[in-house]
C-alpha cells in the first residue's frame, strides 16, 4: 500500500528511482510519481496509472540529477488523478514530499495553513506536510520535519527534500515502514527490502516515531524528540534473484511453487526429524503460564490463525481464539499476564495486527509475532518471535506465506503443548515424522496443475462460487473464496459446509460451482450428504479429496482433484494448494492482473 524511494549518491537517479518504483509495484498503487532535485531546485514528474506510464514524461526531469524521491500511491483521500499523485509540493516548488499512510487531523491543518496564505493544489492530506515544513523551514531541514511530524496524527512514512539543502533527503516515520539502504557513497530509502535488494549491501529498519537524515556518506537517525538513535544495519541477505520472476508468468505461480521449498524452511529450523521434536529456543524463556490464547491477524493470516486454532484446541486444554485483529480493538478481550497473543502478519507491519499487538500489551498479555519479515513492527514490539521462512512474497494474493504460516502455527502448538504436558513426545514424534514429509508431499499435489486448468476454464464464467468444508477444512475453505475474490473478482463465499442450509443454498442455481473439501475421517459422511444436497440443485461440484476414487465421490462429483491422504498440520496445507491453483487459473482464463489486482495492497498500512 504506497511505495517510498528516494536516492542521495552520485548515479543518476532518475532510473534508480523508476526501478525502485517498479520493484514496489507489488504493494499496490494508482498513481506514481518522482521528484528529484539538481541545481536549478526540484524538478517532478507524476500521474495517475501504473510506473510504466510514467516512463515516456521522465524524459522531462534533468538526466545528471544525483538525488531525488519517487512513489507509488495508493488512494485514500482523494482520487487517484495526475494532481493527487505524489510528490506534492509546497506554495513555490521548493519542498518535495511522498507520503505513505494518513494524516488524520489533516482538515484543521490545512485550515490553519490556507488562513496563513498557504495554497493547496490537492486534496491529499499530505500536501498539508509539504506546507508546514515550508512554514516552520529556518535553514534547518531535519529540524523542520521534526517539528511538521509531531504535530501531524495517523500512521505515516514520509520522505522529504528541500532545494535550500539541496544534498540531504529527510524521512520519518509513525507507523508505515521504512527501510534505509546503504552501498559505497549512496544511501537509498525504500518501504521495503525488495526495492534495494542488488543496490545497497546493508539495511536498516527506521523505528518508529524517528527521522533520519540521508546524505551520500550516511545517515542519521533521531527520534520524535531529537535523542539521537543508534542501532546497527544488517546485511543484505535475499537474493536479488528471488524478486524475479524465474521463468513464470507471474510471481504468484512462482510462490504457489515454491511452496515445498517454503514450507521446508520454515519447518527445517523448528523441527529435528533426526529426533522427532520440535525446538523453538526463541520461546523458551519468553512465555508465561498462560490460561487462554488469542490469534490476531487479517486477511489471509486470519485464515492461518484460524486454522491453528482448530488444531490447537485438541492438543492445548485451554480457550483459544482466532480474532481479526481490527475487531481485537473494539471487543473486550480478557487480557492479563496470563494470556498468551500470537500475531499473524506476513509483512509483519499490518496497521491493524500491529494495533493489536499494542492493545494486548497494554492489557499486560505476553505477546508472540508470527512473521515472515524480521525487524518489522509488529517482530520488534512483541515479546518473542516465531519466524517464517517463506522468503519475500510478491505477489499480492498470498500464496507461500499462507502454508507457511500454517506450518509454523503447527509447531508452535506443538511446542506449546509439550511444554504444558497435554501432548506426549510420541504424539509429537508422530506429527514431526508427517511435517518432515510435507515438502515431498506439496510438490506430489501441485503436479495436479493440468486437469486444474480443464477445470478454471469451465468455473471462468462463474458468477458466484461456494466452498464448503468442515472442521479445520473450513478455514482452508475460507482462504479459496478469499483467492477466488482477490484475483479474478468472481464473488465467491467460503461456508462451513453443515451452514449451507442456512443461507448459501439460495444461491446454487443451474451449473453453481460449489468447492467442497473432503477428507477421510473428517465429517465425510456429512460433507457427502452436501454435496448430494448441491447435486440435486444442479449445482456444479467440485471435489477436493484424498478419497477421490470413493464410488461416492465419483458419483457426485462433476470434477475430481485428488490430494495426497495426510493427518494433523499438513492435511490443511495440502488442501490449501489446489484452491491457489484453481484461483490463479481461473483468474488467468478471465485475463485480470493477476499480481497487482484492483484495488488491493500486499501491506495495509492504514487503518
Ligand atoms: C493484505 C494482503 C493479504 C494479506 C493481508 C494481511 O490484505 O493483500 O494478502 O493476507 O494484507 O497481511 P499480513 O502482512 O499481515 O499477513
Known sequence: MCGIVGYVGAKQVVPILFDGLKLLEYRGYDSAGIAVLDGEGISRCRRAGKVRDLEQDLRSLPPAATIGIGHTRWATHGKPTNENAHPQVDCHGKIAVVHNGIIENYMP??????????????????????????????????????????????????????????????????????????????????????A?????????????????????????????????????????????????????????????????????????????????????????????????????????????SLAAEYLWEQILPVPIQAIIASEFRLRSPALSPRTLVVAVSQSGETIDTLMAVRRAKDGGACVIALVNNEQSAIDRESDAAVYMRAGIEIGVAASKTFTAQISALGVLGLYLAARRGTLSASDVEQE?????????????????????????????????????????????????????????????????????KHGPIALIDEGTPVVFLLSDGLAYDKVLANM????????????????????????????????????????????????????????????????????????????
Not at 485550515?111 to 523551514?137: K, P
Not at 528541500?162 to 529527510?170: K, L, M, N
Request: glycine content about 6%; hydrophobic content about 45%; charged content about 25%.
Open 196 to 304: 534495494l535488494l542488488g543496490r545497497a549491501s546493508s539495511v536498516q529498519f527506521l523505528g518508529d516515531d524517528e527521522l533520519a537524515e540521508l546524505t551520500a556518506d550516511g545517515f542519521r537517525v533521531i527520534d520524535f524528540h531529537g535523542n539521537e538513535v543508534r542501532r546497527p544495519s544488517r546485511s543484505v541477505s535475499a537474493d536479488p534473484v528471488s524478486i524475479q520472476k524465474g521463468g513464470y508468468k507471474h510471481f504468484m505461480l512462482k510462490e504457489i511453487h515454491e511452496q515445498a521449498r517454503a514450507v521446508g524452511e520454515t519447518l527445517r529450523e523448528k523441527i529435528d526429524a533426526s529426533v522427532q521434536t520440535v525446538r523453538l529456543p526463541s520461546l523458551d524463556n519468553a512465555i508465561p503460564e498462560f490460561d487462554h490464547i488469542y490469534l490476531v491477524s487479517c486477511g489471509t493470516a486470519f485464515h492461518a
Open 432 to 500: 514431526v515424522g508427517r511435517l518432515a514429509l510435507l515438502p515431498g508431499r506439496i510438490t506430489e499435489c501441485l503436479q495436479q496443475e493440468e486437469s486444474i486448468i480443464q477445470i478454471a476454464e469451465r468455473m471462468h464464467h462463474a458468477h458466484d462460487v461456494l466452498f464448503l468444508a468442515r472442521g479445520v477444512m473450513f478455514p482452508i475453505a475460507l482462504e479459496g473464496a478469499l483467492k477466488l475474490k482477490e484475483i479474478s473478482y468472481i464473488h465467491a463465499e467460503g461456508y462451513p459446509a453443515g451452514e449451507m
Open 532 to 607: 448430494e444436497e448441491v447435486k440435486a440443485r444442479n449445482g456444479h461440484v467440485i471435489a477436493i479429496t484424498d478419497t477421490p476414487d470413493a464410488p461416492a465421490v465419483l458419483k457426485l462429483a462433476d470434477d475430481i482433484i485428488p490430494v495426497p491422504a495426510s493427518e494433523g498440520i499438513s492435511r490443511p496445507i495440502l488442501f490449501a494448494l489446489p484452491l491457489q491453483l484453481l484461483a490463479y487459473h481461473t483468474a488467468i482464463w478471465r485475463g485480470t492482473d493477476v499480481d497487482q489486482p484492483r484495488n488491493l495492497a500486499k501491506t495495509v498500512t492504514v487503518e
Open 109 to 194: 491543518l490545512r485550515e490553519q495553513l490556507m488562513a496563513d496564505g498557504h495554497v493547496f493544489s490537492s486534496e491529499t492530506d499530505t500536501e498539508v506536510l509539504a506546507h508546514l515544513v515550508e512554514s516552520l523551514l529556518d535553514g534547518d531541514l531535519l529540524e523542520a520535519v521534526r517539528k511538521a511530524v509531531a504535530r501531524a496524527e495517523g500512521a505515516f512514512a514520509v520522505a522529504i527534500l528541500s532545494s535550500d539543502t539541496p544534498d540531504r533527503i529527510v524521512v520519518a516515520r509513525r507507523g508505515s515502514p521504512l527501510v534505509i539502504g546503504q552501498a559505497e557513497g549512496e544511501t537509498y530509502v525504500a518501504s521495503d527490502i525488495p
